[in-house]
């Protein structure tokens, strides 16, 4: 009998050791502190420490493992890219611009600890989301807490919504006449398909697949400057 408990108590621990962390945490201050047009207020997240945090060291404790699925541990990368975002700029607001801090180059800066690695918001997006899931929708699931990017998702990405919300963004994103124009013969396009050019293939097909406009092959692109300025 005492071998039996002992055993499960072992398989206990073990199954808690690679538990997938739990996003509701998240999803409340998503919900409390961000708009659905993905203006953060960051002033009152600032205040509310404590509870960023606590989901933050959730995500250190309860990194991705092999028995994840696909799209657990692809919820997890964009959550934590997004929250530490988030924290980067309540530890240093009020901030005017992402590009203020670091020399303008705050997504090299290694300062991510998960799972007693450190890693770099770079590391996330071009070492692990970008090759691992090799998905272009996830451009418009990160947010680098600026205006020209697509807005910040006021809810937390799960296994069970990742889908949808990834279609979901996309949809959005290339409908917002303040970020894209496209036009049968001409678009005018946000930089991100500019600097992630290899991730959408043929262009005018990608955009032609999530919006309304049939896009043709030959359509001339230019691309839009970037506006840093904080999405508050």
């Not at 960051?42 to 060291?57: E, H, S, V």
């Not at 994103?173 to 043929?202: C, H, M, Q």
Request: with cysteine; glycine share 4%.
């Amino acid at each position: 009998m005492k071998s039996l408990i002992v055993l499960s108590l072992i398989l206990g621990l073990h199954a808690a050791t690679f538990a997938q962390p739990n996003h509701d945490a998240w999803n409340t201050l998503l919900q409390k502190y961000v708009t659905t047009s993905g203006k953060v207020n960051y002033k009152m997240l600032k205040a509310d420490q404590t509870a960023l945090n606590a989901y933050l060291n959730t995500l250190a404790a309860e990194t991705p493992q092999t028995t994840w699925s696909r799209a657990d541990k692809m919820a997890y990368w964009i959550n934590a890219y997004n929250a530490f975002t988030v924290k980067l700029i309540t530890d240093h607001y009020p901030l005017t611009k992402i590009t203020n801090l670091d020399s303008g180059k705050p997504w090299d800066v290694k300062r991510i600890e998960l799972g007693g690695k450190k890693y770099s918001l770079n590391q996330i997006e071009n070492e692990i989301i970008r090759p691992q899931f090799k998905d272009p929708r996830i451009h418009f699931a990160l947010n680098c807490a600026a205006k020209s990017c697509p807005p910040l998702y006021n809810r937390a990405f799960t296994a069970a919504n990742l889908e949808k919300a990834l279609t979901e963004r996309t949809r959005r994103f290339l409908a917002d006449p303040n970020a894209n124009t496209l036009g049968v013969e001409r678009v005018s396009v946000s930089k991100i398909f500019e600097w992630y050019a290899a991730d959408f293939g043929k262009l005018p097909e990608f955009l032609s697949k999530y919006s309304n406009v049939a896009v043709q092959a030959n359509a001339a692109v230019d691309y839009r400057e970037y506006d840093w300025r904080l999405n508050e």
